[in-house]
């Protein structure tokens, strides 16, 4: 089984600030999610890649395929990011395996 | 609107009694997933539905049952058996064969 790890586990920034969130895997995978949960629980989906980098507004999200790696950067971060940002991955038809979470609290 | 309800938002059980959470969408969608959350922890998953009257376990179904009778609800059951009960239930749905999980906004399971 996949084993996810994340880190850091807490991030405390100021706002303004370049915020980057990783993700290590320890099998191939066929895709890799970002995920954002909010204090009330609700997640969303924030990104679904398998190579290369994705980019939403501020956020943006690379994979590095062969060193079994992805980041999650968020840039000039501001309070509303404050969150916990999950990663999780899929190989082939197995369900999707979750990481434990990053929590990012932004002060203004 | 489009999307994933659960309920209740909260849920007290008594002691070896029964509960069932609720999970409905009406995004036509044909895979449907019911994971628990424990502080420290990540998202594991109890049951997960591919089809209607189809489910499989996932890494911690003990304790746990569920139904799919209808495409649109996949109710779950916390039975007496799950001798540690508290914590938060999310369920997700997705189209079958894509990855991207919609979730609901969870119920928070306490045990008096």
């Known amino acids: 089984k996949n084993e996810v790890e994340q880190s850091p586990q807490n991030l405390t920034a100021q706002e303004g600030e370049f915020i980057t969130i990783n993700c290590s895997y320890s099998?191939?995978?066929?895709?890799l999610h970002w995920l954002q949960q909010h204090p009330g629980g609700g997640i969303v989906s924030l990104f679904m890649?398998?190579?290369g980098k994705k980019k939403h507004g501020r956020l943006i999200a690379t994979i590095n395929i062969q060193e079994k790696h992805s980041s999650l950067h968020i840039t000039a971060s501001h309070p509303r990011d404050s969150a916990v940002y999950i990663c999780?991955?899929?190989?082939?038809?197995?369900?999707?395996?979750f990481g434990k979470g990053t929590r990012l609290s932004v002060i203004a | 609107d489009g999307g994933i309800t659960q309920s209740p938002k909260y849920l007290f059980r008594k002691e070896g009694q029964n509960v069932t959470l609720s999970c409905e969408q009406n995004?036509?969608?044909?895979?449907m997933y019911w994971y628990r959350q424990d502080p420290g922890q990540g998202l594991r998953l109890i049951y997960y539905?591919?089809?209607?009257?189809?489910?499989q376990k996932g890494d911690i179904a003990e304790g746990y049952s569920v139904s799919r009778e209808k495409k649109e609800s996949f109710p779950l059951t916390v039975t007496s058996a799950q001798k540690n009960p508290t914590a938060f239930y999310l369920c997700?749905?997705?189209?079958?064969?894509?990855?991207?999980?919609?979730f609901g906004p969870g119920t928070r399971l306490l045990v008096l």
């Open positions: 997700a749905s997705s189209i079958r064969g894509v990855e991207t999980q919609y």
């Open positions: 099998v191939g995978i066929s895709a």
């Open positions: 890649l398998s190579s």
């Open positions: 999780a991955v899929v190989s082939g038809n197995t369900p999707l395996v």
């Open positions: 995004l036509n969608h044909d895979a």
């Open positions: 539905s591919q089809i209607v009257n189809d489910f």
